[in-house]
């Protein structure tokens, strides 16, 4: 007998390109099968009939209580949004992560990190953290990812004007060039940054992520003239990955719909949800809210679930086994209804618009454990 029988959904599995009605089979932990199951048993069933049922959702960027002071908590915030796997972006550094570890375990969230190149993390929101290269305990960098290399999936630097100062490209280089020893991806925080995204573009290598890609303070991906700078397609072209990353002040309307009406989709969806932006409008709130946004930006439902499921996954090295409804994957499932509703977006400088899809959380699976349900479904 089968543990827990979906019956009835719209199951959106960008990673084996299915979009269609049908069932979804959970036992041991695991996706069993999926498709017409009415004649397969179970001990628990769920009718989605009217809903959309896809993999447990990547969030692959937020900060994560307690590794920051302004981090969420984990597990009620991301069960009630679908998410079944976090990516912590660099709350802590080498000189606390494994303080965190016991919690890391202890999670029913699946959560990662990247290990933040200032020693300390965001240890506090009161000032920003050092990333002079003078201070990187490299070595130190270096042994925790040998140690933790499943758990650990990067380097995280923030490389904006309030932390580099004078120092130029000195502390992205070496962040890369610790990265190029261990063979690990960087994550550049490029809000604000005091050069053009074009000179960090030209930096980084395949693999590695420009987060909060359609910012609008200062340099952006845009040129002169308001359109996609061509050292950004051309960075896409080698490799480059574009996570939007939202948060309060790393999205713009101004940013995000010249790329969007240019064809040039983000790679990944992610929050930088904090305690700062979780449940505050209208700018976050939460992951549901965040998508429904680019849903009424002209996403499709299948390009909208690809960017927060099988896409991080690829990217933290668990393509088949997270983010997808293979059967042996991990048993991570969310039922999401899309109702006709009116809904109003804005950004952090005025940016707004009107839209008419809101997703909404009706339950969530967890390693084949129901986690999350609403009371309605």
């Not at 429904?292 to 960017?307: H, Q, T």
Request: include cysteine; charge should be negative.
């Amino acid at each position: 007998m089968i543990d827990l029988i979906i019956r009835n959904g719209r199951v959106i599995d960008p990673y084996n390109g299915l979009d269609k009605i049908c069932d979804v089979a959970i036992h041991g932990g695991k996706i069993a099968s999926v498709g017409d199951l009415k004649d397969l048993v179970s001990e628990k069933e769920v009718n989605a009939k009217g809903c959309l049922v896809t993999p447990g959702l990547v969030d692959f960027h937020a900060h994560v209580s307690p590794l920051a002071e302004i981090g969420i908590p984990a597990e009620v915030t991301c069960f009630t949004s679908g998410i079944t796997t976090i990516v912590d972006a660099g709350s802590t550094g080498c000189a606390n992560y494994e303080s965190y570890r016991g919690f890391l375990a202890n999670s029913k969230v699946r959560i990662k990190c990247f290990l933040n190149m200032s020693s300390a993390g965001l240890v506090t929101s009161s000032y920003h953290e050092n990333i002079d290269p003078e201070h990187f305990n490299l070595s130190k960098i270096e042994r925790l990812f040998e140690k933790y290399p499943g758990d650990l999936l990067g380097l995280k630097i923030r490389f904006s004007k309030a932390l580099v100062g004078e120092m130029g490209l000195k502390p992205l280089k070496q962040t890369i060039a610790l990265a190029d020893k261990i063979g690990v991806p960087v994550v550049v925080h490029c809000t604000d940054s005091p050069i053009p995204i074009a000179a960090i573009l030209e930096q980084l290598r395949p693999g590695d992520v420009l987060t909060h890609a359609f910012h609008g303070i200062g340099n952006t991906i845009l040129d002169e003239d308001g359109k996609i700078a061509n050292a950004v397609f051309a960075a896409r072209e080698k490799g480059v990955i574009f996570d939007v990353a939202n948060a309060r002040f790393h999205f713009a309307f101004k940013t995000a719909r010249v790329a969007l009406n240019s064809g040039f989709l983000p790679d990944v969806i992610s929050t930088d949800l904090t305690v700062k932006s979780l449940y505050k409008k209208p700018q976050i709130f939460n992951m549901m809210f965040l998508l429904s946004k680019y849903l009424n930006m002209g996403m499709s439902v299948m390009e909208v679930f690809e960017r927060c499921t099988s896409r991080p996954a690829e990217l933290m090295g668990m393509a088949g086994e997270i983010g997808c409804l293979s059967p042996g994957a991990s048993g991570d499932v969310a039922v999401i209804k899309c109702l006709s509703r009116n809904v109003h977006f804005e950004d952090w400088e005025g940016g707004q618009l009107d839209g008419n899809k809101l997703l909404r959380t009706m339950m969530t699976v967890r390693d084949g454990q129901i986690v999350f349900r609403d009371i309605e479904l």
